[in-house]
């Protein structure tokens, strides 16, 4: 049975909630998104933490998280909330003695049997941080590339994917970035020195170092923080996006624009020479012959592949996943890798991991992105109609996404015993449509990833 006292506590925090003037909230956050759009400089962002309305929206988004009743290094949880428990907060910030708690430090396994560190903050430090997160996320996020996809509202691996679906046509090799230990390794001068171009307030960033610098528990040890962003925090991601928003600068300001070039590709001489042997042929009459010359001209690209005047470089990234479409030779892609890393490594103090950042030629083989497998589709022998009617081999240069086949077959274990399907026996007295439903709610969950489907057969020169 609850505590009616925490019950109280809790419907008194909730009321104040639902009554407060959440309106002034937005207003704030609605002024820093347009400075943050128009590049003007964030100034006494720190009083701003004295608003308990921000507070109240805090709570209002983090209590509904599974994680708001597990304990930190203290007992103390979103149960225990009420009004005085953002006072204090903004007591001690007022005083400037706020001091962040370490972080209980915790183990998950991850799919390759490795474990990954999970550091779990305590109550209070998560509603500060959750109000320091809105803040930042307001102002920075119109700052942030159109081709950055992590950790933003409205924004995540489907807008990713649908970006390389969409734009990535042609694509002959693709970059796979990765960045060794990434968020382990995030500098906090370089985390400090980014917020501090645009936020004019010392009190503010001095809270950020303080959160980074606030280390961790394990097995009742403190442990120092002197590099990466805290594992677990709500704050880390907007962190992690505003420090890494230099490396898409840098991609689209300076690769891009070096290695795109020309618009479309000049005509393959020796395709468009069958071509028109074809044609002669068919007006003298001579079909058979026509046909014969015509198949031997879809075996060659209409185009020329190896055109000079024509680049393509194309850039996405999730966290700290990126990958680059490019059409060119693949000196060209080896090139772009150790521009990559060189600025990484100088301007960001991060390395490129050796194993996973890899060159991928995609119509001999598949690069790896976001759990996809990603291809460029090639069939002479198919032929569809594009967008004006013209028939011809419009699938070739298309993207292909791909559910890895390892993916699959896990997944089907889950339902097979002894390597043949069986039947769940918590469905059998269920009737057919909630067992249809069922299944249907878990393939789309499962293969379809927020609308995606497990293959994409989309053509080149398909629109939308």
């Known amino acids: ?90 007591a001690a910030l007022k005083q400037e003695r706020y001091q962040w708690q370490p972080a209980r430090r915790t183990y998950i396994l991850k799919k390759n049997g490795k474990k990954r560190p999970l550091g779990i903050p305590v109550w209070s430090d998560k509603l500060l941080a959750e109000v320091m997160r809105m803040i930042l996320d307001a102002y920075f996020d119109g700052t942030f590339s159109e081709h950055s996809h992590g950790f933003r509202e409205g924004r995540g691996c489907h807008t990713a994917l649908r970006e390389v679906y969409r734009i990535w046509q042609g694509t002959v ?99 468009n020479r069958l071509i028109n042997r074809a044609r002669k042929r068919h007006n003298r009459g001579q079909k058979e012959a026509a046909h014969k010359i015509k198949q031997q001209a879809q075996k060659l690209p209409s185009i020329d592949p190896q055109d000079p005047g024509f680049r393509r470089l194309r850039y996405v990234r999730y966290a700290d996943d990126f990958a680059l479409s490019f059409v060119g030779p693949k000196e060209e892609a080896e090139a772009i890798k150790q521009r990559l890393r060189k600025f990484l490594l100088e301007e960001l103090k991060l390395n490129l991991s050796d194993e996973k950042t890899l060159i991928t030629h995609t119509r001999d083989s598949a690069a790896k992105f976001l759990n996809y497998e990603i291809t460029t589709l090639h069939c002479d022998t198919k032929q569809t109609r594009d967008k004006n009617g013209r028939r011809g081999r419009s699938i070739n240069g298309g993207i292909g996404l791909k559910v890895p086949r390892k993916v699959v077959e896990n997944k089907c274990k889950q339902y097979m015993r002894k390597g043949k399907p069986s039947h769940r026996a918590e469905l059998l007295n269920e009737s057919d449509f909630t067992i249809m439903a069922t299944y249907q709610l878990e393939y789309r969950g499962w293969s379809i990833t927020t609308g995606w489907p497990t293959t994409f057969t989309r053509s080149a020169n398909s629109s939308g």
């Open 173 to 271: 090799w693709i970059i796979e970035g990765d960045i060794a230990d990434c968020f382990g390794s995030l500098d906090h001068n370089l985390i400090i020195s980014a917020l501090a171009e645009h936020i004019q307030d010392g009190r503010f960033l001095n809270l950020v170092k303080k959160l980074l610098d606030a280390g961790y528990m394990e097995d009742w040890k403190l442990n120092n923080t002197f590099s990466g962003v805290p594992q677990g925090s709500i704050l880390s991601p907007v962190l992690s996006n505003i420090l890494l928003s230099k490396l898409d600068r840098f991609v689209e300001t300076e690769l891009i624009p070096e290695y795109t070039r020309g618009k479309k590709k000049r005509p393959n001489q020796e395709y």
């Open 1 to 90: 049975m609850k505590d009616t006292h925490a019950e109280g506590r809790y419907q008194e925090v909730t009321n104040a909630w639902r009554y407060a003037k959440l309106q002034t909230t937005e207003t704030y956050l609605g002024l820093l998104r347009e400075r943050g759009k128009r590049g003007l400089p964030l100034k006494r962002v720190y009083r701003q933490l004295y608003n308990t309305n921000l507070y109240l929206t805090a709570y209002g988004r983090v209590y509904r998280n599974a994680g708001a009743m597990t304990p930190g290094v203290t007992e103390e949880t979103a149960d225990g909330t009420s009004l005085e428990t953002f006072e204090a907060i903004i």
